[in-house]
């Protein structure tokens, strides 16, 4: 493989983790999977996030390409966000992010992590 090559997928892994890493970013991407589309359901499942936050990130996600914005023309206008393809793709990474924090946090047991398991694997569908 080109050097080059390598180093963009470097670059890109980065930026991935740049945005990934910035504060309720995993739980308002988590929030897609558990079928929130619109403002305030992300606001509703994360009471602590601000709404200032929430548009930020929003706007970040739709820039990177991990979530899509659509108008609906009606009375009123409603506004819904979704995963785009490249967004759903990310169902695999952070299974593993929370598999990962699960079997690395002292004394789980194995009861536990192994329900932690189906759910995560229902939710995110691996």
């Not at 929130?36 to 929430?54: Q, W």
């Amino acid at each position: 493989m080109e050097n080059n090559h390598i180093h963009e997928i470097y670059h890109t892994i980065e930026d991935t983790f740049d945005y990934l890493g910035k504060k309720w970013s995993i739980k308002i991407i988590k929030g897609f999977f558990c079928h929130c589309i619109h403002f305030k359901d992300f606001l509703e499942m994360n009471p602590d996030l601000s709404s200032k936050v929430l548009s930020e990130r929003l706007k970040e996600l739709e820039q990177k390409g991990i979530i899509e914005k659509r108008v609906i023309n009606s009375s009123p206008v409603q506004t819904e966000y979704h995963l785009t393809v490249k967004g759903g793709k990310l169902n695999r990474i952070i299974y593993e992010f929370f598999m990962f924090a699960a079997e690395t946090t002292e004394n789980p047991s194995e009861e536990f992590n192994l329900q932690l398991k189906e759910e995560l694997e229902d939710l995110f569908q691996v």
